[in-house]
């Protein structure tokens, strides 16, 4: 098992934040590629990052977007649609919709619209 597994998201979505926030967006449009992700509602992510979920249960509690199969790419060195562990290939999922945010791709491509 992966470290980062257990890991909370709460502990690593303020990195999130600022990586996006540095490069001019904003939390809400992170917030708006989270929930697309991971089918969420606003108050559902509130509600994991304020119990401290992990990576594990956050993406066990998901209904992963059926589009996410099209988000592919390189995150640490690593194709994201070749990670053969599912929940691995999920937190990269993300790792890369955050990416794209930061570097101002535009919200229709990063939804996979």
Not at 14 to 22: D, F, I, L, N, S
Not at 105 to 112: D, T, V, W
Request: aromatic share 8%; glycine share 6%.
């Amino acid at each position: 098992m992966h470290r980062v597994f257990t890991m909370s998201v709460a502990s690593v979505y303020p990195h999130y934040v600022t990586k996006a926030e540095r490069k001019g967006r904003t939390q809400a449009e992170l917030d708006q590629v989270i929930r697309w992700l991971t089918g969420f509602d606003q108050d559902a992510l509130d509600r994991h990052l304020a119990s401290g979920t992990t990576f594990e249960d956050f993406f066990a509690d998901a209904r992963l977007n059926p589009n996410a199969s099209l988000i592919t790419g390189v995150v640490c060195g690593v194709r994201v649609e070749d990670i053969d562990d599912p929940l691995m290939q999920q937190i990269r999922y993300l790792d890369k919709l955050v990416d794209e945010l930061a570097r101002g791709k535009a919200m229709e491509k990063i939804l996979r619209a």
